[in-house]
């Protein structure tokens, strides 16, 4: 057996060919959210926001409880395979089929569904969080985006992009097990 690559805040060891060595924990998955911002630290909205703004968006939607968990959790892998932009990701060869295999591993573990057949609407509501975080965040990219949106979606992701982490913490494990 090979070591670890690397470990969790937790003591979890790392294999990046193999997830089942790793048990996920809610404190991991909520300390790598929190510290992981998005799109290589180039704007300042962490995962933990982002995964908590994508839940909100699919619980206001109306979504099925199985779906409003899985948006709440949708990026949850990224914790232990890094935010990485999708073109990178078309670049770097294998890379996708250890994101699926850490996909499904922190899915199953969170009981969350997999891949259903109507995961397009979760990846709509994440490109819409996208264009909000960036609009909210003055992004040098957003200078289209506004009137597209309604007035309640831009009121939620204020609200999410003003939470304190402590905040953050309970609305994502608030909305992941849907307590």
Same mark, same amino acid.
């Given at each position: #057996?090979?070591?670890?690559?690397?470990?969790?805040?937790?003591?979890?060891?790392?294999?990046?060919?193999?997830?089942?060595?790793?048990?996920?924990?809610?404190?991991? $998955?909520? *300390? @790598? #959210?929190?510290?992981?911002?998005?799109?290589?630290?180039?704007?300042?909205?962490? $995962?933990? &926001?982002?995964?908590?703004?994508? =839940?909100?968006? &699919?619980?206001?939607?109306?979504?099925?409880?199985? #779906?409003?968990?899985?948006?709440?959790?949708?990026?949850?892998?990224?914790?232990?395979? %890094?935010?990485?932009?999708?073109? $990178?990701?078309?670049?770097? @060869? *294998?890379?996708?089929?250890?994101?699926?295999?850490?996909?499904?591993?922190?899915?199953?573990?969170?009981?969350?569904? /997999?891949?259903?057949?109507?995961?397009?609407? /979760?990846? =709509?509501?994440? &490109?819409?969080?996208?264009?909000?975080? #960036?609009?909210? $965040?003055?992004?040098? %990219?957003?200078? %289209?985006?506004?009137?597209?949106?309604?007035? @309640?979606?831009?009121?939620?992701?204020?609200?999410?992009?003003?939470? *304190?982490?402590?905040?953050?913490?309970? &609305?994502?494990?608030?909305?992941?097990?849907? *307590?």
């Amino acid at each position: #057996m090979n070591p670890p690559h690397a470990w969790t805040r937790m003591g979890q060891p790392i294999n990046f060919a193999d997830p089942s060595w790793t048990q996920v924990l809610d404190e991991d $998955l909520l *300390t @790598g #959210m929190a510290h992981i911002t998005r799109y290589g630290g180039q704007w300042p909205c962490t $995962l933990l &926001a982002h995964s908590v703004l994508v =839940g909100g968006l &699919a619980k206001e939607r109306g979504m099925a409880p199985d #779906m409003v968990r899985l948006a709440y959790a949708h990026d949850a892998h990224e914790v232990f395979v %890094g935010d990485v932009h999708p073109a $990178l990701k078309d670049l770097l @060869g *294998t890379y996708r089929e250890i994101e699926d295999r850490w996909e499904a591993h922190v899915r199953a573990a969170l009981r969350v569904p /997999i891949k259903p057949d109507n995961y397009g609407e /979760i990846r =709509g509501i994440d &490109a819409l969080a996208r264009k909000l975080e #960036m609009f909210l $965040l003055c992004h040098p %990219g957003a200078a %289209g985006y506004g009137p597209e949106f309604g007035g @309640g979606d831009l009121i939620l992701a204020a609200q999410v992009l003003a939470k *304190t982490e402590a905040g953050l913490r309970t &609305a994502w494990l608030n909305g992941v097990r849907l *307590t």
